[in-house]
């Protein structure tokens, strides 16, 4: 089956902790995505990355860091230096950073105290 | 960016056609409309989208003014497995998707 995996689907960590989401598509898409979600509020991007050893910041970047050295691979780093770790992240991915449609994996929900 | 502003939340009886109102009043010439569904807990999945002309697929139509300022996603008869937040997106020039608060609909057998 194609698809988006994220791993773990929960996360507990300390603060002070950089901790390392992981998202892999199967899908051969170029374009990968991160989002950040609150309760009761929309997705936020985070990073995204047109192509392979290329991305570029979203609207809240601060805080977060990324690498795409694998076509199918786009793990996020949350940092100490992110100032509400807590939420629900969301990895995606689309064949063309301009194709019309979004994959979206089943999300990582990170808990930070 | 421009925005959307949809209602909070909506309800609709199964079996019953779901109109779901979207209004972007700022929208420009080049901003596509998209519709994207989030289940409870899980990643949002795509519905629909269009940029002038009304639009059909399984899932959905998608109605747009003629000014593009509001558009209206379409369910024709709700389901349970319906319920969902439903986003009203503009992609912008940069190929962006901008997601608000969306509509919580709920369906009720």
């Known amino acids: 089956d194609g698809g988006i995996t994220q791993s773990p689907k929960y996360l507990f960590r300390k603060e002070g902790q950089n901790v390392t989401l992981s998202c892999e598509q199967n899908l051969n898409h170029d374009a990968m995505y991160w989002y950040r979600q609150d309760p009761g509020q929309g997705l936020r991007l985070i990073y995204y990355s047109q192509i392979v050893n290329d991305f570029q910041k979203g609207d809240i970047a601060e805080g977060y860091s990324v690498s795409r050295e694998k076509k199918e691979s786009f793990p996020l780093t949350v940092t100490s230096a992110q100032k509400n770790p807590t939420a629900f992240y969301l990895c995606?991915?689309?064949?063309?950073?301009?194709?019309?449609?979004?994959?979206f994996g089943p999300g990582t929900r990170l808990t930070v105290t | 960016d421009a925005k959307t502003t949809q209602p909070n939340s909506m309800e609709s009886n199964e079996e019953e056609p779901v109109h779901l109102p979207c209004n972007h009043s700022t929208i420009s010439g080049t901003d596509y409309i998209h519709w994207y569904r989030q289940l409870p807990s899980q990643g949002p999945e795509y519905v629909i989208h269009?940029?002038?002309s009304n639009v059909n697929n399984r899932m959905a139509s998608l109605a747009i003014a003629e000014d593009r300022k509001s558009s209206t996603l379409i369910l024709h008869r709700a389901t349970l497995r319906d319920a969902a937040v439903y986003y009203c997106?503009?992609?912008?020039?940069?190929?962006?998707?901008?997601f608000g608060t969306g509509t919580r609909l709920q369906v009720f057998p």
């Open positions: 997106i503009l992609r912008d020039s940069t190929d962006k998707l901008i």
């Open positions: 995606a991915s689309s064949i063309t950073a301009s194709s019309y449609e979004q994959y």
């Open positions: 269009g940029l002038t």
